[in-house]
């Protein structure tokens, strides 16, 4: 007796349906939770910014750093600025004792004053010289007189000449004498070359210096900051003067970016001194490349010899200079 065939009733097949939707709408939130870790915050990914090179660098100016000693030996009289202090030119840094140089100049005067007054006597001296070499002349030539007058009246006369020449010689030589001096006593004193900031003072009234005892002051001049770049022998053929460039502090973490182009780029090979990594920095040979800011009046904040990344090739943003992020 053959049994009827068993069919699914309407309640079975039902849950079979609500299980194959639950199931698959559980794989599709697996999937969006997925896709949404890995994408980024923002609404589209953004490239990474590719540089033509990366280079250590630090900010100097032109020239450096100016080291002034005092000029002459002597006993220091009187400091007359201090660290931090910001001087203009010709403004009095330092100054010696200025007693043995002050005489000294007066004691030229004197020297002149008396070539001036042995001149004048001289001319006096000519002129009646002259006339009596010209009196006996023609006295002789009256014959009221002997030759022998004339020629000795003469020959006074000539002698009266040579000796006021002489005194014309002693007379420049008592002038050059007088400008030496003075020039000595201004060397008593240590003046500013330029508008500058007072960075170091080593020097204080009382003390005995010299030229060999070294820098008495540092100064900082104005001059807009410039940085000087270690580019890798690598990049040194990509690199080119004019280049876009963007600097950024070390210590800040590439909050704040300045903006720069590359001026030059130098023609010796040499080490890379500013490498942490003492394997690679001894391994290493860089030329070094100077770059000039775009804005450097927005650069005041930066120090000598403080330490930057450069990125070349990015063009930044021509608005500003300085962006924060």
């Known amino acids: 007796m053959k049994l009827p065939a068993a069919h699914p009733s309407r309640h079975s097949i039902g849950m079979r349906l609500l299980g194959c939707s639950c199931l698959a ?6 999937a969006a939770c997925s896709r949404s870790a890995d994408a980024p915050s923002g609404a589209t990914a953004q490239p990474a910014t590719a540089y033509a090179a990366v280079a250590r660098g630090k900010v100097d100016i032109e020239g450096g750093l100016l ?5 002459r030996e002597g006993t220091l009289a009187r400091v007359a600025v201090h660290e931090g202090d910001h001087v203009r030119q010709g403004q009095l ?31 006096i001296k000519q002129v009646a010289a002259k006339q009596r070499a ?21 020959e006074a006369a000539a002698q009266v000449d040579a000796e006021q020449q002489s005194a014309h010689a002693a007379l420049n030589m ?32 009382g003390a005995s210096v010299s030229p060999a005892s070294g820098p008495l002051f540092t100064l900082l001049p104005q001059k807009p900051r410039i940085v000087r770049a270690e580019l890798n022998d690598s990049f040194v053929g990509v690199i080119r003067p004019g280049m876009p460039a963007e600097v950024v502090a070390d210590s800040d973490g590439g909050h704040v970016h300045w903006n720069a182009h590359v001026l030059r780029i130098g023609e010796v090979y040499g080490p890379a001194t500013l490498e942490n990594d003492p394997q690679v920095r001894a391994n290493a040979r860089t030329v070094e490349c100077v770059l000039a800011f775009d804005q450097p009046d927005q650069t005041r904040d930066l120090r000598i010899g403080q330490r930057v990344m450069v990125r070349f090739g990015h063009a930044a943003a021509p608005a500003a200079a300085v962006s924060k992020d």
């Not at 080291?67 to 000029?71: C, H, K, T, V």
């Open 174 to 205: 008592a002038d050059q004498k007088l400008d030496e001096a003075r020039y000595e006593l201004k060397q008593r004193s240590l003046l500013a070359p330029f508008d500058a900031d007072v960075v170091q003072v080593s020097a204080q009234p």
């Open 93 to 123: 840094l330092a100054e010696l004792d200025t007693r043995p140089a002050t005489l000294a100049v007066e004691a030229a005067q004197a020297q002149l004053e008396q070539a001036q007054a042995q001149l004048k006597l001289l001319a």
């Open 25 to 30: 709408l559980t794989l599709a939130w697996l």
């Open 134 to 154: 010209r009196r006996l002349t023609a006295a002789a030539a009256a014959g009221a007189g002997d030759g022998q007058s004339a020629d000795d009246a003469r």
């Open 67 to 71: 080291n002034l000693a005092m000029p």
